[in-house]
């Protein structure tokens, strides 16, 4: 695979500062590395961000682009590897990617909880993460969460997630997605099941593993793993 730069995109409620793991795990090997702060006020203006960064970092680096996203991030990469595809974009990784319909959502109390901050931080961490992210790094990533636009805050308690009707065929380009049956936040079954309507090779950590849905992007140990994968997946594509 020809790769001239990589962008990283970020999921919900983060931005691109989490990727700085997995810059410096990556290394050099995948062109200029660049990670967006992703600031939108709806769905459109989220998608149009990203493609609009895809083709920019394209033009700069003369070359096709590596797109890599992680949660809501790994949608956008997934649209952008469709939107725009080959030979501007070289192929994509979605990392705990959210697809189909969701079992249940947060009910009235919850949701009016969610919305107001009002949970404790402890209380939710768990969830996110395993013991495999340092407590420290656990709290920085909390501290430095970002309220979303009310359009987007809104993607949290839709019963079907927005993109999935536009997915009913193969990518494409190369594509890798990444789960772990140890997620609590994406279940493994959504991003199986989107690796499958896009016809992506997919590598699952098994529950043993307990990777949790930030420790892809937090624990050290996790990042080294994916970004082996990564590797060896643009290696032999």
Do not use: N
Not at 58 to 65: F, K, Y
Not at 108 to 131: C, G
């Amino acid at each position: 695979m020809k790769i001239a730069g990589t962008l990283l995109l970020h999921g919900y409620g983060v931005r691109g500062s989490i990727w700085r793991p997995m810059q410096e795990a990556l290394g050099d090997q995948f062109g200029r590395i660049v990670a967006p702060d992703m600031d939108a006020a709806s769905v459109d203006e989220l998608v149009t961000l990203a493609l609009g960064r895809v083709r920019r970092l394209a033009l700069e680096e003369d070359g096709p682009v590596f797109v890599i996203g992680h949660s809501l991030g790994a949608v956008l990469a997934a649209i952008a590897a469709q939107e725009i595809g080959a030979p501007t974009v070289a192929g994509a990784v979605l990392i705990a990617p959210p697809f189909g319909e969701r079992s249940s959502v947060p009910g009235p109390v919850l949701k009016f909880l969610l919305l107001r901050r009002l949970i404790p931080p402890a209380l939710l961490r768990p969830r996110f993460f395993s013991r495999q992210t340092p407590k420290s790094v656990q709290r920085a990533v909390f501290a430095s969460a970002v309220p979303e636009a009310p359009a987007l805050r809104e993607l949290s308690f839709q019963r079907s997630w927005f993109h999935t009707a536009r997915f009913d065929e193969p990518l494409s380009v190369p594509t890798l997605v990444v789960a772990s049956e140890a997620d609590r936040i994406v279940p493994v079954a959504q991003s199986s099941a989107f690796a499958a309507a896009i016809a992506a090779t997919l590598r699952v950590f098994p529950g043993a593993d307990g990777i949790g849905h930030d420790d892809f992007f937090a624990a050290e140990e996790v990042v080294d793993r994916v970004a082996a994968l990564i590797a060896g997946f643009a290696a032999g594509a």
